[in-house]
């Protein structure tokens, strides 16, 4: 069973900068394509950004391209999404996703395209 973790959450103000981290147990993480999501109290989820699984491709959502960076590093297992200029309508809750297999270096932005889902770590940021 695969067990997807996400870490580094909190509060931060509007301007500021924060990283979270995606890790996972249970299986082959290091080949999983993986993502992140948010979903905002009464919204529906939105894609973030995806990195493939050799780390070489990455894709952003319009709404954090040029303030996000996600990258992995498989040597620790773990997929990081540094968030810069943060501003108060990223507040939302943030999943990582990872899905068993790949073509190429391929990136997937659909939640359908993901099998195994973290628990979302909160991200607040206040004006």
């Known amino acids: 069973q695969v067990q997807v973790i996400e870490s580094g959450g909190g509060l931060v103000q509007a301007g500021g900068s924060l990283r979270l981290s995606c890790t996972a147990s249970g299986g082959t993480f290091t080949v999983y394509p993986t993502a992140w999501f948010r979903q905002a109290p009464g919204k529906e989820r939105e894609f973030v950004s995806a990195?493939?699984?050799?780390?070489?491709?990455?894709a952003y959502g319009d709404s954090v391209k040029g303030r996000f960076t996600s990258a992995r590093e498989n040597a620790k297992n773990t997929v990081s999404l540094q968030m810069s200029s943060l501003k108060p309508e990223d507040t939302a809750v943030y999943y990582c996703?990872?899905?068993?297999?790949?073509?190429?270096?391929?990136?997937?932005?659909?939640?359908?395209?993901?099998?195994?889902w973290g628990q979302g770590t909160q991200v607040t940021v206040t004006s």
């Open positions: 996703a990872a899905r068993r297999y790949y073509v190429s270096s391929d990136v997937y932005t659909a939640e359908h395209d993901y099998d195994y």
């Open positions: 990195v493939s699984w050799n780390g070489i491709r990455q």
